[in-house]
């Protein structure tokens, strides 16, 4: 256990499903990320919020909606997906997110492993 | 443009010495961290390198050549449970937390 769980652990939906990831961590952390694992392809980094402040969107499309209502907390809204948008979704933390400073540890939550049909 | 090279697969018989190499061309460097991942599993934190050298905890040590863009992960008295992915790590751009992952190694140790 890492102190960063996620719900649903899997999910299978259609393309025109709206579902919602959900992130929870206990860490006591400042910081919130989501990552995106696809098969044979390295995690890629899709947002970051600080302080409930979303600090990092990279490129990624709108049928992906994030919320971080409060620091505990991080949701990804996810409707009218792709089929190519199956994939492993990480949740991570971090004390803190600093520019200018050497990156804080991550700690993961286990991931919903996500189907679209 | 940023690039984490690691070897897709490796093997290894238990109780043997595996190292895991990274490799790495980013704008900037902060600092290389190596993960492990079982699979179904969230990543887990192993090492974080940021000045030359090894560093060593236990089983594992990482180590780093910021001049050569190269670390490597050694894995001793390797053990059946170590069976995982191997995630490589770089913080590569002056300013930003931001980290850069490789593709990971997968490693299966055999008895």
């Known amino acids: 256990e890492t102190g960063v769980t996620q719900t649903p652990r899997h999910l299978v939906m259609g393309m025109t499903n709206k579902k919602s990831l959900k992130c929870e961590q206990h860490l006591g952390h400042n910081a919130m990320y989501w990552y995106k694992q696809s098969a044979k392809k390295p995690l890629e980094l899709m947002f970051v919020y600080s302080l409930e402040e979303r600090v990092e969107n990279n490129s990624v499309p709108s049928r992906f909606s994030p919320e971080c209502p409060n620091s505990s907390h991080l949701f990804l809204h996810l409707h009218t997906l792709q089929p190519e948008d199956s994939a492993l979704y990480l949740c991570a933390s971090s004390q803190d997110w600093e520019q200018g400073l050497a990156a804080d540890t991550q700690y993961f939550g286990p991931g919903t492993r996500l189907t679209v049909l | 443009g940023q690039n984490i090279d690691q070897p897709t697969e490796m093997t290894a018989t238990e109780g043997a010495i595996v190292q895991i190499n990274c490799t790495y061309q980013t704008s900037g460097f902060n600092g290389l961290f190596w993960y492990q991942q079982h699979a179904g599993e969230a990543p887990t934190f192993l090492s974080y390198n940021v000045l030359d050298g090894l560093e060593e905890k236990g089983r594992f040590s990482s180590f780093l050549s910021r001049s050569k863009g190269y670390s490597y992960l050694l894995l001793k008295e390797l053990q059946m449970k170590d069976s995982a992915s191997y995630l490589c790590?770089?913080?590569?751009?002056?300013?930003?937390?931001?980290?850069?992952f490789g593709t990971g190694t997968r490693l299966q140790v055999f008895p």
């Open positions: 790590a770089v913080e590569g751009q002056e300013n930003t937390d931001k980290l850069i």
